[in-house]
């Protein structure tokens, strides 16, 4: 791959996280639950002085420290994974303060206090961006934010496929997001864990199918004409 096609890749790979961290910030900000990635971040972000983007951040860097542990642990070389981990580091503060940058300017359009059907318009309009900007950083393919390279780095040591896994993955963070915030509030609310949740968790993945094939155009222009003529 070339510098030039590179530098396409990653620029349009950190458009897709500066649109996914939009549209984190759109499906929690209506208050019908956030994304399933999501949801422990914001439990915690409720009861303490940081913002949701700054306990994102957080958990972020736990899933690095975690990654380079279970690479140690298994028997693949960290040779093969440094420069995975380390580029995920600028991409995930861009994410995380990302989503506070966008939380801010929703609160200038949207009112705090707000309608059902206005949480609804913003988790669908919310789903759809995430599902596109998965869809670019799927075409950009050169890396991944923390939560999906944590799911890679890890199913090989449980023999388990990467869907698996982060299905399982999601599942646990779910879980937390209930049980901590079920504790914080003394065992009378679960928050963040809602009907947008469920809606999320279910239709990113298909929207994510049905968009993909539809950027062959874009994966056209990020493929260097040079290489492309010579294969």
């Not at 984190?24 to 999501?38: E, F, H, K, L, R």
């Not at 306990?55 to 420290?65: E, G, Q, R």
Request: proline share 3%.
């Amino acid at each position: 791959m070339s510098p030039k096609e590179l530098s396409k890749r990653y620029f349009l790979f950190l458009i897709a996280v500066m649109l996914q961290a939009c549209a984190i910030a759109c499906i929690t900000y209506a208050d019908i639950g956030t994304t399933p990635v999501s949801s422990a971040n914001y439990v915690f972000s409720l009861h303490s002085d940081y913002t949701f983007g700054e306990t994102t951040l957080m958990f972020n860097i736990l899933l690095i420290v975690l990654q380079i542990m279970f690479i140690a642990i298994g028997h693949d070389s960290f040779k093969n994974h440094w420069l995975n981990i380390l580029v995920q580091v600028p991409f995930v503060v861009v994410f995380s303060y990302m989503i506070d940058v966008a939380t801010f300017l929703l609160s200038m359009i949207v009112p705090e206090e707000h309608g059902y059907m206005i949480s609804w318009v913003l988790v669908i309009l919310g789903t759809l961006t995430l599902s596109f900007s998965i869809s670019l950083s799927v075409v950009a393919n050169v890396a991944m934010l923390s939560g999906e390279y944590f799911v890679k780095v890890f199913h090989p040591l449980i023999n388990r496929s990467f869907s698996f896994v982060k299905t399982f993955f999601d599942i646990f963070l779910v879980s937390s997001a209930c049980i901590f915030s079920l504790i914080f509030t003394d065992f009378t609310a679960v928050e963040g864990v809602r009907e947008g949740t469920l809606y999320g968790a279910l239709l990113t993945g298909p929207t994510v199918h049905l968009i993909v094939p539809h950027l062959g155009r874009l994966k056209r222009f990020l493929e260097d004409k040079k290489d492309a003529g010579h294969a």
